[in-house]
């Protein structure tokens, strides 16, 4: 028969009402075992973050902290995302709001035009991103449009070379040995599109060496 009136841990008789129902244990008795176990799993918990401390050579507040920096850095990354989709979806011909492919491209199909040869090749434009760049680059669409220039141009948005300040232009022409109508399209854009400084003309044959306005001693075909 099970004793039902002294506590099983320290056989003191109590009350009927200081029983704890199926466990026959004074309150005293189970407050103390309650507060063992608590500081059992305290110390435990204590061992535990000294050893990783030691391990990680870090404080686990540290630690911590970085965490949430992580978290809270990509949570940004994933708002930039979200704004930059928004911002394409409304404007997706501007240079400055592409964010998801490197390059816009304008083509000219009805214009009678030779087609490209291998010795084709395009001037580059340089341009400050944002305003400068999509300004003249809506002028080249239109001077494209009007059949002024050659077949096509693209322009760099906002994905290519995300660091450099500066975006590129490149207006094609159909081959180099042309050089009527490469000076032709030279001209237009000097005389229309406001282009009065020197550019440099790029064989596409010479694609891989980077667009840069300083190797123009090096790539370029002609610089005028
Ligand atoms: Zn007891």
Redesign the pocket.
Known sequence: MEDTK???????E?ETAFYKPHKH??????N?QNKARWEAQKKEREEWLAKWEREHGETWEAHQAKHAAKEAAKQGAREEAQRRSEIEAISPHIPSKVFSTSWLYCHNETMAYPERTTTSGKWLLFKRKGDELDTLWFQVVELLKAEKLGRAAKVSTMRADEKKEEGVICVYTYSLEDLADVRRIRAVLRNEAGITYKIAYKLDSKAGVEYAPRLYTHISSLYE
Request: proline residues 0%; hydrophobic residues 25%.
């Open positions: 002294h506590c099983m841990t320290c056989r003191t109590e244990i004074c309150r005293e008795c189970l103390a």
